[in-house]
Every structure is written in structure tokens, then in C-alpha cells.
């Protein structure tokens, strides 16, 4: 799925200078620990071996197909005399199917340690390509973390009726327009990231809820104020262009923030998908980024923002009672930037269903 056809209308000068006003002085409050359902510092036990059964079904991504799709996924592999075995990497268990002397050699005790790799693709003699699809891609990645969470059943339930598609450049190039400009992207921004997923190696997370911040003082009262230590400002070209997926530490903890050039995204709610745990509020302590972590999009929050993008008067992301869609702030209140019904949630945590 493509946005091409939402390209942002010309800019318009509409927005009038804001009077500076001076800050009063806060008492800041230290608020409450994050809602945890399990403490993920503390080391997790360790998990229990699948069964020869689940082994074959999880081979294929079945554990939560349909009985009669089990039932044929079984009999193949019956038929075809495969041998299942489990790949442990990180506490995290993966089923494979093999022949009797493949499972036997790779289950010997050995000190030595190979590679995985992808086999060459078959050629098509009549026309020299390749014949067979190549499944290690980005929609068998999404489609693997969503469908292979055997002790989430219920989430793995729930995002089985979801679509996702990788961040792309055109994603960036959008969130990183300017507000002042575009001011329906302070709106568009956190809706389309609304039921996004992180994907860190083994760890993922789906993104609940996202608060939107402008870069620029004018247009926010909140914006994010430059370290020199550290910041969600991107400097340099990454796999997504000018994004940035971080961690930053603060006085009110560990905060996850996507970041362009022009606003940053901070994440106040979030789902382990591979074990149980919770984050509310603007702490982040289940998942850790790096340079290397892919952004998946909800498709159904793409569709939303859509007809959003080319509407220069919207002045809320979603349609839900008023207090849901703003930000969790504790100062600034005679700003009007403090009020802007921004704050957007994923379809699978909507505060009513």
C-alpha cells in the first residue's frame, strides 16, 4: 500500500505569530511507577520446550490456525517424514522441520557454530529469473512477530485482523514537513504511528498511544529542548531517512521518542508482543532501540490519515471524547499548544472497546 496519491496541498500562510509569554516556576512531581504486568528486569523464566506437535505447527506459523489447517500441517509433515526441532535463540524458541540426518548432526553437542543463510533462488530455464519468491522479507517479518506469540494468545488474536506495512522514505519525507506550513500534521504525525510495531532483533512492542511535539517553540509550548548529551534529532541518513528511534534518559525516566527534523513522537503507551508487559505513561522500560530497529505501520491508520493530509482545517487526529486525544502535560497551561487534540491511539487499545 502506497500513499502517493496523498501528496500535501500547497503551503498556506495562515498561522499568526503567538506572544511570547513568560514561563512561571514549576514544582515538578515525581509521578507514580509505570503499570508493569511482569517486571521485565527481573531475568524471565525459562520457557518451556513445544511439544513435537507445536514444534511442526510453529514451523509454519500455525500454533493459532484453525483446527482443520492444524490437522493438514500435521499429516504433511507425517507424510513427508520430517523431523522437527527447536531453535533457541534469546529465550525465544523456533520451530523447524528437517530430514532424520539433518535433525540428528544439528542436534549433537559441537563447540562449533555455523551461519544461517538464504539458498540461491532457483532459475527458470526458459527465462533465466528466478522462479521461486523470496519470503524473508518485511511482510513475512511482521506477519512472523504477529502470528508466533504462543503465550499471548489473546494479543496474537488481535493483531491477526490487523495489516502492517514497513516505514518507508515517503512516510519519513511526510512527517518531516513542517507544521507551520502543514499544520494538519500535528494531527496526522501520531495517528500514523497509532498501532505501529518496533522490531529489535527477537523483541518487538506495538505502539498504543503517541503525543506529538513540534521542534518549533512558536508552534509548541512543549517542544523538545536540545542536549548536548543527547536528543531524538536525527543528524545523519538512516535505513528511514531522517528518523531517529530512541531512548532518552530524563527525570521522569526512560523515554522512547521517534524523531524527524521538524517534531519528535513520544510513546506513552506500549505492548510487549514476545512476553507479558505493560508500559503506561511516558516511561519506556521493556524495549531498547538501536540503528537497527524496523518501524511497521498500521495499515488501517494510514487509511484514516488519507483523506487527513489533504485537509488543511482538521484540528483532531481521531473522533473520541476530548480529553483522550491530548497530551499528558503539567505545565504551560495558558498556552493554546497545550490544548491541541493530538494524541493518538491504536485501533486495539481504543479506551472503549
Not at 20 to 35: A, N, Q, T
Not at 209 to 222: C, G, I, K, N, Q
Request: glycine share 4%.
Amino acid at each position: 500500500m502506497t500513499i502517493s496519491d496523498t501528496s500535501l496541498p500547497e503551503p498556506k500562510n495562515s498561522l499568526q505569530d503567538l506572544k511570547d509569554v513568560s514561563p512561571s516556576e514549576i514544582i515538578h512531581h515525581i509521578p507514580p511507577e509505570d503499570l508493569i504486568i511482569g517486571n521485565s528486569s527481573k531475568p524471565h523464566k525459562k520457557r518451556k520446550l513445544l511439544s513435537h506437535s507445536q514444534t511442526i505447527l510453529a514451523s509454519n506459523d500455525s500454533i493459532t490456525a484453525e483446527t482443520q489447517e492444524k490437522t493438514d500441517k500435521l499429516m504433511i509433515a507425517k507424510l513427508g517424514r520430517w523431523v522437527p526441532i527447536i531453535y533457541e535463540c534469546e529465550s525465544e524458541h523456533h520451530g523447524l522441520l528437517t530430514s532424520t540426518r539433518a535433525a540428528t548432526m544439528l542436534l549433537q553437542e559441537s563447540s562449533q557454530t555455523g551461519a544461517w543463510k538464504k539458498p540461491a533462488a532457483d532459475l527458470d530455464p526458459s527465462i533465466g529469473v528466478p522462479c521461486v519468491k523470496d519470503y524473508c522479507n518485511s511482510d513475512s517479518l511482521i506477519e512472523h512477530i504477529k502470528s508466533t506469540r504462543y503465550d499471548l494468545r489473546q494479543a496474537a488474536k488481535k493483531l491477526s485482523t490487523t495489516l502492517h506495512e514497513e516505514f518507508t522514505l515517503e512516510h519519513s519525507n511526510i512527517l518531516s514537513r513542517d507544521w507551520l506550513e502543514y499544520p494538519q500534521l500535528r494531527y496526522c504525525g501520531s495517528q500514523m504511528l497509532a498501532g505501529a510495531i518496533l522490531a529489535e532483533g527477537q523483541n518487538s512492542i506495538l505502539l498504543n498511544t503517541v503525543e506529538p511535539y513540534s521542534r518549533d517553540p512558536l508552534l509548541d509550548a512543549h517542544y523538545e529542548r536540545l542536549s548536548a548529551d543527547q536528543s531524538s534529532f536525527p543528524e545523519t541518513l538512516d535505513i528511514y531517512g531522517f528518523l531517529s528511534i530512541c531512548l532518552i534518559d530524563t527525570q521522569d525516566g526512560k523515554k522512547l521518542i521517534i524523531g524527524t527534523r521538524t517534531c519528535n513522537f513520544l510513546v506513552t503507551s506500549s505492548m510487549r508482543l514476545n512476553f507479558h508487559s505493560v508500559n503506561l505513561g511516558p516511561s519506556t522500560t521493556h524495549f531498547t532501540p538501536t540503528n537497527k530497529t524496523r518501524l511497521f505501520l498500521d495499515k488501517a491508520s494510514l487509511d484514516v490519515v488519507k483523506p487527513m493530509l489533504r485537509n488543511e482545517t482538521v484540528n483532531e487526529c481521531q473522533q473520541m471524547p476530548i480529553l483522550y486525544q491530548l497530551r499528558q502535560l503539567r505545565s504551560k497551561f495558558d498556552r493554546l499548544s497545550t490544548y491541541t487534540k493530538c494524541r493518538a491511539s491504536s485501533f486495539t487499545s481504543h479506551p472503549f472497546l
